[in-house]
């Protein structure tokens, strides 16, 4: 009865898991000074907007999406969480690096992009970024 005893006893219940926090359930991280050359932002859980500049080697991320309305002159990352439905929003394209999900574009093709130094939007479709311009009244 031992061994029938061992076989029917019932295993501990499995813990519960933390389904992951919405992006938009804490609101966005606004910063509203210029990020200087060599800083690094990361707005976990949230998305990111950007009222200043981003320098030269500054790094710009968020699990949602990022939104950069001065120059964007450094790098930047929207989805770094695995959000393939975030996007970047740059007034000016002239970024170091562009990702979102893990899929980048670094500075040698982005400056050959039609929409260089433009406003444009950065998506993820079909695994490759997708830049498209936008109108900004």
Same mark, same amino acid.
């Given at each position: 009865?031992?061994?029938?005893?061992?076989?029917?006893?019932?295993?501990?219940?499995?813990?519960?898991?933390?389904?992951?926090?919405?992006?938009?359930?804490?609101?966005?991280?606004?910063?509203?000074?210029?990020?200087?050359?060599?800083?690094?932002?990361?707005?976990?859980?949230?998305?990111?907007?950007?009222? $200043?500049?981003?320098?030269?080697?500054?790094?710009?991320?968020?699990?949602?999406?990022?939104?950069?309305?001065?120059?964007?002159?450094?790098?930047?990352?929207? $989805?770094?969480? $695995?959000?393939?439905?975030?996007?970047?929003?740059?007034?000016?394209?002239?970024?170091?690096?562009?990702?979102?999900?893990?899929?980048?574009?670094?500075?040698?093709?982005?400056?050959?992009?039609?929409?260089?130094?433009?406003?444009?939007?950065?998506?993820?479709?079909?695994?490759?970024?997708?830049?498209?311009?936008?109108?900004?009244?």
């Amino acid at each position: 009865t031992s061994e029938y005893m061992q076989m029917t006893q019932a295993e501990p219940a499995p813990q519960p898991v933390q389904a992951p926090t919405p992006v938009a359930a804490l609101g966005a991280q606004v910063v509203a000074t210029p990020v200087r050359s060599g800083q690094q932002v990361w707005a976990q859980a949230r998305d990111l907007v950007l009222l $200043g500049q981003v320098s030269k080697s500054a790094e710009v991320m968020a699990d949602g999406n990022v939104f950069c309305y001065g120059p964007m002159n450094g790098r930047v990352a929207a $989805g770094v969480s $695995g959000n393939t439905d975030a996007c970047v929003i740059l007034t000016s394209l002239q970024a170091e690096l562009v990702a979102v999900a893990g899929v980048f574009m670094a500075l040698d093709d982005l400056s050959e992009h039609p929409c260089w130094g433009k406003p444009v939007q950065v998506r993820l479709v079909q695994d490759r970024l997708e830049i498209k311009p936008i109108r900004i009244a």
